[in-house]
């Protein structure tokens, strides 16, 4: 993103960390000969790491199975409210309300961008969901599959992305997977880093993602160098090289975790005011997210 985040501390619902869980993610799989799987369909549950044997078998993940209340479960994630512009004059409300999040009936997680009602402190209110102390992921591979919404889209923002768990914004790192704005015909990926904040952008073109169409995102962590995947194709390599003057490449921390953040937002920085052109309500899908670790 081209912009700084809110850097200040957010409320939480939900509940604390699950051990199991956090377990689980510090475990390395084997190496596979697996073949890279390419295209929008979803992977196999089972498929070991989907852009090849770098990464071994599969290590966590949600696949949004109906609940019996509608929720997301609360082992893996949590919600960040308010209407605080998030660092970036955004315009929405972030709640927990069902009527912003939900898992529907089909095994997808919903996220809903609405006009804001009378009760609503913004014009919007959308949602936010976090695995912030609850699970976190280090080297290796994270994928989410994602539906986003269609034309006309002025002034949304879906994104998945990942932060530094417990560390302060910039120093710790921020991959930002996927972000689009504005139902454009493509989306960016982006890192930052600090102590003096920098940031490499890169703006895909190479096809539609707002095309009511499901579509893969990835990135790949290692050590020296960050891979992004869009529907199994690498589209984008960043290493220190690229690290300017005053910066630090953050992801050389072994111990390093990063929790997941799925959000959409509304107005802000980077897509605009919005021209009351869009189509609201707006979901943004989301069929599963996975780990695979990094292979030892």
Not at 26 to 50: E, Y
Not at 198 to 217: C, I, K, L, M, P
Request: a neutral charge; charged letters at 20%.
């Amino acid at each position: 993103m081209r912009r700084p985040r809110q850097r200040g501390r957010l409320a939480i619902a939900g509940t604390a960390l699950a051990t199991a869980a956090a377990a689980a993610l510090l475990v390395n799989g084997a190496v596979g000969s697996a073949p890279q799987i390419r295209g929008a369909a979803a992977v196999p549950a089972g498929t070991r790491c989907p852009v090849g044997p770098t990464c071994g078998p599969l290590t966590w993940q949600d696949e949004f199975s109906p609940t019996t209340d509608g929720r997301p479960n609360a082992v893996n994630w949590g919600f960040e409210l308010g209407a605080t512009g998030w660092g970036n004059a955004e315009l929405q409300e972030y709640t927990a309300a069902r009527a912003n999040s939900f898992i529907a009936d089909d095994g997808t997680l919903r996220i809903v961008t609405r006009p804001g009602g009378a009760d609503s402190a913004s014009p919007y209110t959308s949602a936010r969901l976090v695995s912030r102390d609850r699970v976190s992921v280090g080297y290796g591979y994270v994928e989410a599959r994602v539906k986003l919404p269609t034309q006309p889209a002025s002034g949304l923002w879906p994104a998945f992305w990942l932060r530094s768990q417990g560390e302060p914004w910039p120093d710790g790192g921020e991959i930002d997977v996927m972000e689009t704005v504005n139902g454009s015909w493509g989306y960016s990926s982006n890192i930052h880093g600090g102590p003096t904040h920098w940031e490499q952008y890169r703006w895909h073109s190479t096809g539609t993602v707002n095309d009511g169409e499901w579509h893969r995102f990835g990135v790949l962590i290692r050590p020296e160098r960050l891979e992004f995947f869009h529907d199994g194709q690498l589209v984008h390599t960043v290493t220190p090289a690229g690290v300017p003057a005053g910066g630090r490449w953050p992801f050389d921390v072994p111990d390093r975790r990063y929790y997941m953040i799925i959000n959409m937002a509304m107005g802000g920085a980077y897509p605009g005011t919005p021209d009351g052109s869009a189509t609201l309500p707006a979901t943004m899908q989301v069929d599963y997210v996975r780990y695979w670790a990094l292979a030892e």
